[in-house]
């Protein structure tokens, strides 16, 4: 049987959730667990998006539809800004982590 995964568990129940990250910025969660398929081998769909007070999105990770680069089965991707660039998804641990780690680089970067 397989173990279950805290960290996936923690990021089906930030399923909604939208917080601010300053008085610019705040963060958008979506994450889903659907039947796994080639494009989403993981069985989980997410979208992750840090925003600007007007909902522009500033950085994103998620996997909502396909990626341009053709050679890529995974829907898994990245937004910085008009720029989208493939992910590598690992688990929902590394995807949390990675996302924070974007975020604190752009708000350090724009402080």
Known sequence: MKQPDPALEYLLDLDGEAFAVSERYFVSIKAQRVKA???IPHG???AINL???DKNRII???NAHGYK???RMEWDHVHKKERVLAYQFESAGKL???FW???NQFLEATS
Do not use: T
Request: glycine share 4%.
């Open 51 to 53: 925003f600007d007070k």
């Open 37 to 39: 398929k080639p494009e």
């Open 69 to 71: 680069e053709y050679r």
């Open 101 to 103: 780690d974007l975020v």
């Open 44 to 46: 989980v769909k997410y």
């Open 96 to 98: 949390l982590e990675d």
């Open 60 to 62: 994103g990770l998620d």
